[in-house]
């Protein structure tokens, strides 16, 4: 039922998914955003194509907002608020949504927590009623927490501590942070949830489980006047939260001398992973260097893809993936190495081609076909009135600009030759990067 993001671990187009815009002006998305006096900003996108709405909440509380010594607690509250409410009763909340004919999911990341509810457009009402009710009142008691700490504590064995290449990012995000939140990541510890009282889980949950901390995103077939008076009606007298809302103020120190570490797990094919410090989501750089993932990795003819697996067949697979995150996150590039292989021969031939992008400047030809790539996955992308509801709750609580939706294809399109090798010379650089030698235990 629920989503969960550490089930891809490594999927490019998950991580571009919820860092890049839609559509670019010609089909620009028509949207109305106003806020609630008790700080719930709200955004309304009609599209009355197709009998159906969405209701999205997200709440601007991911695995950075954590303390420490209490890590996993966001992914914890996204199982933990299926759990019921003072008017639905325990484990409901999926099978009211299912009679009426729809479908719901969660997920949490980083930076956020997102709910959404898709259901039949005459049932808006409803889908607006359940999603209050979890914000409201949602029944947290020992028989919930207890439920769900088993939950999510076998997730994490099943999703990353038993399974293969699981603990990837896990081992890469440890060592590429030293003091930022992101050190940890989503699913946190297992004696952290354990060993969490249902004081430490409630204080959480008053502190970022609130109206002015979320955006509702309603998007489909309906009305807006009439959507208006229903979201009043079911979430206007939601108190507001009154605490300090915690966002981390840690600045990642600059490395000074490349990591380099060996990790042991229960896989069968070794693999080598460099991670290079890249910019936050929405600054400039980062669309520069979201492009140039694209040029070194993506589809079979990519550089990466071209000289290393097709040309000197020292590699399976190789990948270079943009994790971008509201602070700066990180350019991760992966490989797996041919078979009789040896690692370092695939990474030295990795590296010469970031040297090469460095040094030359891509051609003229080479840098239209990267454009056209990038605006055709534009076009591609938000094509339902869900993945539209997401881009605007997404742009909304990272950059505080849902039109972004409208706006960010124009903002990869101003990134010129020059750009793309200007942050390949300033972010890899061998003093920056960790370098993870990923191994069977049987090496």
């Known amino acids: 039922m629920k989503r969960n993001n550490f089930k891809w671990l490594f999927s490019l187009a998950l991580v571009v998914f919820f860092s890049a815009g839609i559509y670019g002006q010609s089909n620009r998305i028509e949207f109305t955003e106003y806020k609630l006096e008790n700080g719930l900003h709200v955004i309304l996108h009609q599209d009355n194509t197709t009998p159906n709405v969405v209701v999205e909440i997200m709440y601007h509380v991911g695995a950075k907002n954590e303390n420490p010594e209490r890590t996993g607690f966001a992914h914890f509250f996204e199982h933990l608020m299926f759990e019921g409410s003072k008017h639905i009763g325990r484990g409901e909340f999926a099978e009211i949504v299912e009679r009426a004919g729809g479908t719901l999911n969660a997920g949490t990341w980083y930076d956020y927590t997102t709910y959404y509810v898709l259901l039949p457009s005459n049932q808006l009402e409803l889908a607006l009623w359940l999603e209050s009710e979890r914000m409201l009142h949602p029944v947290i008691d020992s028989i919930g927490i207890a439920t769900q700490k088993d939950v999510v504590t076998e997730e994490m064995q099943q999703v990353r501590d038993n399974r293969p290449y699981g603990r990837i990012l896990t081992e890469t995000l440890m060592r590429a942070y030293s003091e930022h939140p992101y050190r940890s990541d989503v699913l946190g510890l297992d004696p952290h949830i354990r060993n969490a009282t249902e004081e430490d889980i409630t204080n959480f949950h008053d502190m970022f489980y609130v109206p002015n901390n979320?955006?509702?995103?309603?998007?489909?077939?309906?009305?807006?006047?009439?959507?208006?008076?229903?979201?009043?009606?079911?979430?206007?007298?939601?108190?507001?939260?009154?605490?300090?809302?915690?966002?981390?103020?840690?600045?990642?120190?600059?490395?000074?001398?490349?990591?380099?570490?060996?990790?042991?797990?229960?896989?069968?094919?070794?693999?080598?992973?460099?991670?290079?410090?890249?910019?936050?989501?929405?600054?400039?750089?980062?669309?520069?260097?979201?492009?140039?993932?694209?040029?070194?990795?993506?589809?079979?003819?990519?550089?990466?893809?071209?000289?290393?697996?097709d040309q000197e067949e020292t590699a399976l697979s190789i990948q270079s993936i943009p994790l971008g995150l509201e602070d700066p996150g990180l350019f991760i590039i992966f490989g797996l190495p041919n078979i009789g292989v040896d690692l370092e021969v695939l990474e030295a031939g990795f590296v010469a081609e970031l040297e090469r992008v460095k040094e030359e400047l891509i051609s003229e030809q080479e840098f239209q076909k990267l454009r056209?790539?990038?605006?055709?996955?534009?076009?591609?992308?938000?094509?339902?009135?869900?993945?539209?509801?997401?881009?605007?709750?997404?742009y909304h609580t990272l950059h505080g600009d849902a039109n972004k939706i409208n706006t960010e294809l124009d903002r990869y399109m101003a990134v010129t030759r020059e750009d793309i090798r200007r942050v390949a010379n300033e972010f890899l650089q061998e003093d920056q990067r960790v370098v993870i030698y990923y191994l069977p235990h049987a090496q």
């Open 214 to 309: 979320a955006v509702l995103v309603v998007s489909g077939d309906f009305e807006i006047e009439t959507t208006k008076k229903l979201i009043e009606k079911y979430f206007g007298d939601i108190p507001a939260g009154t605490g300090e809302i915690y966002r981390p103020s840690v600045v990642e120190p600059r490395r000074t001398a490349e990591i380099r570490d060996t990790v042991y797990d229960n896989i069968q094919l070794p693999a080598v992973i460099h991670a290079y410090p890249m910019p936050a989501l929405g600054t400039p750089d980062y669309y520069a260097m979201d492009m140039l993932s694209t040029l070194l990795s993506r589809g079979q003819s990519s550089r990466l893809y071209r000289k290393l697996v």
């Open 372 to 394: 056209n790539q990038m605006e055709s996955s534009f076009v591609g992308r938000n094509t339902t009135i869900a993945s539209r509801s997401t881009a605007l709750a997404t």
